[in-house]
C-alpha cells in the first residue's frame, strides 16, 4: 500500500458544507500496508524480502521508490493489471487527522497472479529466518495462498507470524503466532465486546480452535496479552507516554516479532520488545518505520 499524507492548517468552515477547510502545507509519501511492516524490518536492521500485489499504475511506481529509500527488496512485487495499487490518503492538520479517502481492489487474484506470489515464496524461504503474513482483506492472502505458504515455511522449518483479518482463522492454521487486535479477537470468537474478561477468553478459545502455537492480542492503551499453550501467559501494560497517532502501530509490532524470532529470540522477549516498539511509534504522527537505535534506548531506559 501507499500512504499519502496532505498536510494542512484549518482557520475556517466552508460556507458549502459544515466541515473544515484544509489549507494544504506540503505532501508526505511512506509505505503503507505490508510495505510498512517491511520498512520495519529493515529498520530493525534486518533484511526484507517483499512479495505482494500492486497495480501496474503510477501509484505502484511510487511505492517501488519509497521502498527503495527504506531500502526493502520490492524485486517480487506482482504488478496486476486488472487491479489499482492500494492507496490511504489522510489529511492532517495541526496534527490530527481530519479523514481519510481510500483507492483499493478487494477482488481475488487470478490464479496465475497466486501462481506467481507463491513461486515467489518458493525461491526466497531458503534465504529467510521468518515469513510474516500481513493480512489486509484486499483479496491477496486468500486461504489457498495462506495454507501454501505455511506449508513451504514448515519445510524450512521457520516460524510464520501472522497479523490475521476477519473471522475465519482457520485459514491460518499451522502458523507460529497470530497477533489480533482485541476488536478482531473478540469478533473471531463471536464473544460479547462489553464483556469483562473478554480478552482472555478470546485468547484461550483462539488457542484451542487454531492450529497455533501462540496468540498476541493488542490492545492499543491497555497494552498487549500473550497466550501460549505452554501456559506461560504474559500480560504487557502499554508503554507510550502519549499517543499521537496508531497509524502502523500493528505493522511495528509484527515486524518487531518476527524479526525477534528470526533471531531465536524467545516468544516471551519478542513480544516485550514489540510492544516497547509500538509504544515508540504511536507518539509520533504518521505512519513511521521503527529504528533499531530508538528501540535500543528505549529498552536500555525501561
Request: with cysteine; net charge negative; hydrophobic share 45%.
Amino acid at each position: 500500500m501507499l500512504d499519502r499524507y496532505l498536510w494542512g492548517d484549518v482557520s475556517r468552515i466552508s460556507p458549502e458544507a459544515p466541515v473544515p477547510i484544509v489549507r494544504l502545507r506540503s505532501e508526505t509519501r511512506a509505505p503503507g500496508g505490508a510495505a510498512n511492516v517491511a520498512a520495519n524490518v529493515e529498520g530493525l536492521g534486518a533484511t526484507a524480502f517483499l512479495i505482494g500485489c500492486v497495480g501496474n499504475d503510477h501509484d505502484a511506481n511510487a511505492v517501488d521508490t519509497i521502498l527503495a529509500e527504506a531500502g526493502v527488496n520490492s524485486a517480487k512485487l506482482v504488478r496486476c493489471g486488472s487491479r489499482q495499487t492500494t492507496v490511504k490518503t489522510r489529511i492532517i492538520a495541526h496534527h490530527q487527522q481530519i479523514t481519510r479517502v481510500d483507492q483499493e481492489t478487494v477482488e481475488p487474484l487470478a490464479q496465475s497472479e497466486k501462481a506467481e506470489l507463491l513461486l515467489a515464496v518458493k525461491e526466497l524461504a531458503p534465504q529467510v529466518t521468518a515469513i510474516v503474513l500481513s493480512d489486509y482483506a484486499k483479496g491477496v492472502l486468500d486461504e489457498e495462498v495462506v495454507q501454501a505458504t505455511i506449508a513451504i515455511a514448515k519445510t524450512a522449518d521457520i516460524p510464520v507470524i501472522v497479523d490475521p483479518k476477519g473471522r475465519d482463522y482457520l485459514k491460518y492454521r499451522g502458523a507460529t503466532l497470530l497477533t489480533p487486535n482485541r476488536k478482531e479477537a473478540i469478533e473471531a470468537c463471536r464473544m460479547d465486546y462489553e464483556m469483562t474478561d473478554a480478552v482472555d477468553d478470546a485468547g484461550a478459545q483462539l488457542l484451542a480452535e487454531n492450529d497455533v502455537t501462540a496468540i498476541l492480542i493488542t490492545q492499543g492503551e491497555q497494552g498487549m496479552s500473550l497466550f501460549t499453550r505452554s501456559g506461560e501467559n504474559l500480560r504487557l501494560p502499554a508503554s507510550a507516554r502519549d499517543v499521537y497517532d496508531v497509524t502502523g502501530a500493528g505493522d511495528t509490532v509484527i515486524a518487531t516479532l518476527a524479526v525477534s524470532l528470526a533471531a531465536e529470540l524467545d516468544i516471551k522477549t519478542a513480544a516485550r520488545l514489540a510492544n516497547t516498539a509500538a509504544g515508540i511509534v504511536v507518539e509520533q504522527v504518521g505512519t513511521t518505520p521503527i529504528k533499531f537505535e530508538s528501540l535500543r534506548k528505549a529498552v536500555l531506559e525501561s
